[in-house]
């Protein structure tokens, strides 16, 4: 099989994404390495992807270079990521992208952070999805090594790399203060298609029958659930023709115990865990309202959300900690404090009151995506050298 180098300009930088996983590995990192490998390959440049997984040698994806190897990261497998590095053609760019659990060693990855640091002869750039583990005063001592070994991983990373890139601006706070300037605001995409075909969106509409629907869209951890099921089911409540869509990973478990524990619910609860791509995006699309609570607030880290403003949907959510301030600027999102779930409930009442107002609200989620979050965005970014 041919290289993907082959027919490139020598002397152009080649790029080098590692990360923790990759497809057919699920997860939000793995979808956004993949989305951003394929674009620069299509804007003509040179794009390897390193990876654990089965050692079954490089191998062309979609014009990508993808070096898969157990372990990679670890101490055992360095060695063989080093010297394979070496036989790609320079210059390189190595783009770290970087959550601390991704690369073994149980969060705590110190060689990996040395390693980084010790490639000179490459560029050296990361990408913060997560930065630390939480530090809390009460916390276990597992906990609280934890908390200090990955804000050291952080500061070391940070301190070697030639540039930074953030998926949230509050990331910042846990930089040095020589790399905090330099950080680069680079908000995620949606890792669903943005656009759905009229005549697939009406086939869903028509397999799920009338609403209003209320959708859901995510990974349905407990944190999220919890604040989910004291909005879903008054709602379902206060109206007999109303049904909810709960989508993504953990979706079908989680309606399976909601139903157990709110059994008059159980004809109109329904869920999707095992869509691809294309078909999770038109079953959002028919959804009239989604409801997106999240513990720390919305900000531009929660692809989940993402998915509902490339598509152009009313998103009702909360603010916490990690709110960015375009949120409340922009109004490409109704939302409601954190901890007031009887606030979400009269809004949610209030939209679903309104097509105006949802319409309304969609429009200007869709303007948004378009303007700072799409793909093309991240990859302008990307292609663009750092102020």
Request: glycine share 8%; hydrophobic share 40%.
């Amino acid at each position: 099989m041919a290289s993907p180098d082959v027919g490139h300009d020598p002397t152009a930088v080649s790029w080098h994404l590692l990360t923790g996983e990759y497809p057919p590995h699920p997860g939000g990192v793995s979808d956004y390495t993949a989305l951003v490998a394929r674009a620069l390959a299509q804007r003509g440049q040179r794009v390897h992807v390193w990876a654990p997984g089965d050692d079954s040698g490089a191998r062309d994806e979609e014009g990508v270079t993808v070096h898969r190897h157990p372990r990679l990261f670890t101490p055992l497998g360095l060695p063989y990521l080093t010297r394979e590095l070496e036989r790609c053609p320079s210059p390189r760019r190595l783009l770290l992208q970087y959550v601390p659990h991704a690369f073994g060693l149980k969060a705590m990855n110190l060689p990996l952070c040395a390693w980084f640091a010790s490639r000179r002869r490459d560029e050296r750039w990361v990408f913060f999805h997560e930065i630390v583990y939480p530090w809390h005063l009460t916390a276990s001592p597992r906990h609280q090594l934890l908390a200090g070994v990955t804000r050291v991983m952080a500061r070391t990373i940070a301190g070697t790399a030639t540039r930074i890139l953030v998926s949230i601006p509050t990331w910042r706070d846990h930089l040095p203060s020589h790399a905090r300037a330099r950080a680069e605001w680079c908000p995620i995409p949606s890792n669903l298609p943005t656009q759905v075909p009229p005549l697939a969106l009406q086939q869903t509409r028509a397999e799920l029958g009338e609403g209003p629907w209320l959708g859901h869209f995510g990974t349905h951890g407990p944190h999220i659930t919890e604040a989910l099921e004291k909005a879903l089911v008054p709602l379902l409540r206060a109206d007999v023709r109303r049904k909810g869509l709960l989508l993504g990973r953990g979706s079908r478990r989680f309606t399976e115990a909601l139903t157990k524990r709110h059994r008059d619910l159980s004809h109109r609860l329904h869920a999707r865990d095992d869509l691809a791509p294309d078909a999770v995006a038109s079953h959002l699309a028919a959804m009239d309202l989604l409801l997106q609570p999240y513990p720390d607030g919305i900000s531009t880290r929660r692809t989940s959300a993402m998915a509902g403003l490339a598509l152009g949907l009313p998103i009702l959510t909360m603010t916490g900690h990690l709110t960015e301030s375009l949120w409340a600027e922009s109004g490409a999102v109704a939302l409601v404090d954190q901890g007031a779930p009887e606030v979400l409930i009269e809004t949610a009442e209030r939209l679903l009151g309104h097509p105006g107002q949802r319409a309304e609200l969609g429009a200007r989620a869709a303007r948004l995506y378009r303007e700072r979050f799409s793909l093309e965005r991240t990859v302008e970014t990307l292609l663009t050298p750092a102020t």
